[in-house]
């Protein structure tokens, strides 16, 4: 007698529900970083910011970022700064971090984003020329306020790297700091930064 054993197999889908992640930025690459958790140093409504935004843009009102080598040739000559880091920002100039420290307060990190590659406009295509001892100046053109940064160190990170934003604001004039960030480019998944320290302006403060 031959007997014949029937198995039939049974396949469960099971849902595993991914709760919601507590990271605060809205944009997976730092480039766009934005964190609302963050306390705004200045606070301004969107309005307020579109606002400013044509203001520095028109002549004489400008907000300009300049870099040289440590030879004092020029690796950049006055780039707009703006406020924020959407792409339409960073298609007309810089973006200075809305939730980063402003100069003018003499500490705590001054964060300025800039595409490299693969847009419209790239002031920082050359950034990864920049080596330590390099200046960056940041100048207010209706006031002749300067404030000047001196590289300390570059590095690549991932593009997803928030870490490079963590200064603490302190009373200290030896943490007024700036950080430039840009996209690596030899590789897309990876940033470049450039972390300096304030040495130079003429501001009295």
Same mark, same amino acid.
């Given at each position: 007698?031959?007997?014949?054993?029937?198995?039939?197999? +049974?396949?469960?889908?099971?849902?595993?529900? &991914?709760?919601?992640?507590?990271?605060?930025?809205?944009?997976?690459?730092?480039?766009?970083?934005? !964190?609302?958790?963050?306390?705004?140093?200045?606070?301004? *409504?969107?309005?307020?910011?579109?606002?400013?935004?044509?203001?520095?843009?028109? %002549?004489?009102?400008?907000?300009?970022?300049?870099?040289? !080598?440590?030879?004092?040739? /020029? &690796?950049?000559?006055?780039?707009?700064?703006?406020? @924020?880091?959407?792409? $339409?920002?960073?298609?007309? @100039?810089?973006?200075?971090?809305?939730?980063?420290?402003?100069?003018?307060?003499?500490?705590?990190?001054?964060?300025?984003?800039?595409?490299?590659? !693969?847009?419209?406009? +790239?002031?920082? /295509?050359?950034?990864?020329?920049?080596?330590?001892?390099?200046?960056?100046?940041?100048?207010?053109?209706? #006031?002749?306020?300067?404030?000047?940064?001196?590289?300390?160190? *570059?590095?690549?990170? #991932?593009? #997803?790297?928030?870490?490079?934003?963590?200064?603490?604001? #302190?009373?200290? !004039?030896?943490?007024? *700091? &700036?950080?430039?960030?840009? %996209? $690596? &480019?030899?590789?897309?998944?990876?940033?470049?930064?450039?972390? @300096?320290?304030? *040495?130079?302006?003429? %501001?009295?403060?």
């Amino acid at each position: 007698t031959t007997t014949t054993t029937t198995t039939t197999t +049974t396949t469960v889908s099971v849902i595993v529900e &991914i709760p919601e992640s507590n990271t605060p930025f809205i944009a997976s690459f730092v480039l766009n970083w934005y !964190d609302e958790s963050a306390p705004y140093y200045y606070k301004r *409504t969107d309005e307020k910011i579109e606002q400013l935004n044509e203001y520095h843009s028109q %002549e004489g009102n400008e907000r300009i970022l300049s870099i040289t !080598d440590s030879d004092g040739n /020029e &690796i950049l000559n006055n780039v707009n700064i703006f406020f @924020g880091t959407e792409s $339409d920002v960073l298609n007309k @100039g810089v973006g200075h971090y809305i939730t980063s420290a402003s100069p003018s307060m003499y500490k705590g990190n001054v964060a300025i984003a800039g595409y490299s590659k !693969d847009e419209g406009y +790239t002031p920082f /295509e050359n950034l990864h020329k920049v080596v330590a001892g390099s200046k960056i100046r940041w100048t207010e053109v209706p #006031s002749g306020f300067y404030w000047e940064y001196t590289i300390s160190k *570059t590095f690549i990170t #991932s593009n #997803s790297d928030t870490s490079v934003f963590e200064t603490v604001i #302190s009373d200290s !004039d030896a943490d007024a *700091t &700036i950080t430039l960030i840009t %996209e $690596d &480019i030899y590789d897309p998944s990876n940033i470049l930064v450039l972390n @300096g320290y304030l *040495t130079d302006g003429n %501001e009295t403060h």
